[in-house]
């Protein structure tokens, strides 16, 4: 009896694994099948090289004097020295603009606290360029060392680079990264036997501009710094495979 019991033990575990093992084939198979109907989801990129059209660039005007007139002749000077020295540089009036002198009190500070001890005035202007003589004002800041070094009370700002067919470049560079995404999958299905059917969706992230050679991945980039550059997209397609 105690034999036949154990016999009837061990079928019946047997039984139990047999049905578990089939259940957990059963599973993959509709994992696996499920999967096929979703599809592949597949990364694809591109980039295109591209060069800046438009600069604008910063020149701030400032200096502090006993007297707001001595101030304010001060900046005036600067101004038109800085602007002859602009269209030396053959960028043109029409493209400089002048925002015009603004002046302030200057307090004493003792031990880190404002006194009410007038020990001068402040003055500023500021110079702003916006031209599409990329090149001329690349040179323009090269130089102008030499024109603040006479004695001028100014400091400028490095010169940002835009590019302005960005709206032409953005649908290009996504459509290339889908027929790269495309290719991948191709690849990817091939190599298993099957084949690449139609695209079910897709997403895009923001297109990047970034300087040439560039690795950054951030989506939403704008880099100003540079004249020449590199508009990149990065796309996420999902395929039906057949």
């Known amino acids: 009896m105690k034999t036949r019991n154990t016999l009837i033990t061990v079928m019946a575990s047997s039984i139990l694994v047999s049905l ?14 499920e999967k096929g109907k979703k599809g592949i989801t597949v ?11 438009t600069a604008v660039w910063n020149i701030y005007i400032n200096t502090q004097l006993p007297t707001i007139s001595a101030a304010v002749t001060k900046v005036d000077a600067d101004t038109k020295v800085l602007t002859e020295y602009l269209i030396s540089q053959g960028i043109l009036g029409s493209e ?15 031990n880190g606290t404002q006194t009410s001890n007038i020990i001068g005035y402040v003055a500023n202007n500021t110079l702003r360029i ?3 003589e990329v090149q001329k004002i690349k040179t323009a800041t090269q130089n102008i060392g030499q024109v603040l070094q006479t004695g001028i009370s100014a400091s400028s700002g490095s010169p940002e680079y835009f590019i302005s067919n960005l709206a ?9 990264a ?12 091939a190599a298993i036997g099957g084949t690449v059917g139609e695209p079910i969706s897709g997403s895009s992230g923001s297109v990047q501009v970034n300087p040439p050679d560039s690795v950054e991945s951030e989506y939403g980039s704008y880099d100003t710094s540079t004249i020449e550059k590199s508009v990149r997209a990065v796309v996420s397609v999902t395929f039906k495979v057949n």
């Open 20 to 33: 578990a093992i089939f259940a957990g084939l059963w599973f993959i198979s509709g994992g696996l099948s």
């Open 168 to 176: 032409i470049l953005r649908p290009k560079v996504i459509e290339e």
């Open 178 to 189: 889908v027929a790269d995404a495309k290719a991948r999958a191709t690849a990817m299905v």
């Open 96 to 110: 400089i603009t002048t925002y015009g002198v603004s002046t302030s009190t200057a307090f004493e500070v003792a």
């Open 130 to 132: 916006r031209t599409k």
């Open 43 to 53: 990364t694809g990129s591109a980039q295109v090289e591209t060069t800046a059209d």
